[in-house]
Structure formats: structure tokens, C-alpha cells
């Protein structure tokens, strides 16, 4: 079955620096990666998109990488800020149109 | 205001009760889903509907039970079959199910009394 791992342990930074999130996947070849964002008690918003023919996506502060070789897509927030400490979950469609997402990954942003 | 809204926000659950909870959407999507989110853990698909009257299940649908009775609405029912309910539950939407994006409702959180 289809498998996402994100790193469990919380990805704690210091403010402007850059933060890079890691989400790797086996058992299938998605033809696209979703990065959403996920606040405490609340529900995941949507970041980015990327397809299997980008290498890279950039909006504002974020950047999503996808590397299909290696079943990895790397996420960046650069200058990075407090306001940027959340979950986030990277997520793609299997067989049958089904989501999958990750466990995801907290980000601290320390002032 | 267009949006997926999701009621109640916490709800209470009795030994051996079934609960239901809603899901609405004013934003014309044709699929809408249920996944179940437990602490530490990502987001596991309950039901999905990609069309009116036509749902499937997905991972862990055990225990629960949908209807899509109209385009808008997808409300989940917990059963009393669903052993280990506690968790908190969020209903997304998207336009047409596959490479779309997915709208989030804010979710309930249902605790076992």
C-alpha cells in the first residue's frame, strides 16, 4: 500500500533562517505532491501544488522540490518567521483517487 | 461567504450511540471526503464521493457509514460499531476528486463520554 513519511520529530529554527521539510513516499509514482499547512484544531489549508514534470515550485517564501528518482519532495520556507510555526503535511493521490497524506511535520520558528 | 462548514465543533458521544456529523459545502464541488486525524498521526480517509448519491470507502471505514443525498451536504454517522471513536474528524471538499486541491472544514473533535 501506499506509504508517506515525514519526520516526527518537530523541526525547531530560528527566525529568517530557512526551514526545509523532507517527505518521501514508496509503493507508487504520483503524478503530483500537495503541501498543506495544519494549525492546532484546525484543518489543513492548502500551500502548494507540484507536478512530476516540475523539479521546482516557488511561491512567495515557499519552495517545493519533487524528485521522482528518489520518491522525495523537499519543502522550504525561507525568512522564515514565528507566524510560520504550524504542522505541515505533504499529500498525494494514489489508485483510485485517494488522498494520502503524511503524519506531518511541526515547525517551531523561535523569535 | 463560500466555505465547507463542519457542526458541531465538539461532540459527545454515549456507550453503544450512534453520532452524526455534518458537513456542508456552498462551493459547487462535486467531491467531498471524511478522514479521521488521532494525535501524532496524519490524516486517514474514512469515505469519499465523487458524485451525488455514489460514495466509496476508503481506509479505515469500519464503523462508519455516509449518504450523499445532495451535492452540498456528505454527513458521517459514527456508529456504535466503531469501537475506538475519539479522534477529531475533518470533511473536505474538492471540485471535481483527483488532482485538485482539497478544502478543509474546521473540524469536530468527538470525545466518548
Known amino acids: 500500500s501506499q506509504k508517506i513519511e515525514q519526520n516526527s520529530e518537530a523541526l525547531n529554527i530560528q527566525e529568517g533562517k530557512t526551514a526545509t521539510l523532507t517527505c518521501n513516499y514508496t509503493?507508487?509514482?504520483?503524478?503530483?505532491l500537495q503541501w498543506y499547512r495544519q494549525d492546532p484544531g484546525r484543518g489543513p489549508v492548502f500551500l502548494l501544488l507540484i507536478r512530476e514534470n516540475e523539479k521546482e515550485k516557488r511561491k512567495e517564501r515557499l519552495k517545493v522540490t519533487f524528485d521522482t528518482t528518489l520518491k522525495q519532495s523537499l519543502f522550504h520556507i525561507t525568512a522564515s518567521q514565528p507566524a510560520d510555526s504550524a504542522t505541515y503535511l505533504c499529500?498525494?493521490?494514489?489508485?483510485?483517487?485517494?488522498?494520502?497524506f503524511g503524519s506531518g511535520t511541526k515547525l517551531n520558528v523561535k523569535p | 461567504d463560500g466555505g465547507i462548514t463542519q457542526s458541531p465543533k465538539y461532540l459527545f458521544r454515549k456507550e453503544g450511540q450512534n453520532v452524526t456529523l455534518s458537513c456542508e459545502q456552498n462551493l459547487n464541488h462535486d467531491a467531498m471526503y471524511w478522514y479521521r486525524q488521532d494525535p501524532g498521526q496524519g490524516l486517514r480517509l474514512i469515505y469519499y464521493?465523487?458524485?451525488?448519491?455514489?460514495?466509496q470507502k476508503g481506509d479505515i471505514a469500519e464503523g462508519y457509514s455516509v449518504s450523499r443525498e445532495k451535492k452540498e451536504s456528505f454527513p458521517l454517522t459514527v456508529t456504535s460499531a466503531q469501537k475506538n471513536p475519539t479522534a477529531f474528524y475533518l470533511c473536505?471538499?474538492?471540485?471535481?476528486?483527483?488532482?485538485?486541491?482539497?478544502?478543509f472544514g474546521p473540524g469536530t473533535r468527538l470525545l466518548v463520554l
Open positions: 499529500a498525494l493521490v494514489g489508485n483510485f483517487n485517494k488522498f494520502y
Open positions: 464521493s465523487h458524485i451525488v448519491n455514489d460514495f
Open positions: 509503493n507508487y509514482s504520483p503524478a503530483y
Open positions: 473536505a471538499s474538492s471540485m471535481r476528486g483527483g488532482d485538485e486541491t482539497q478544502y
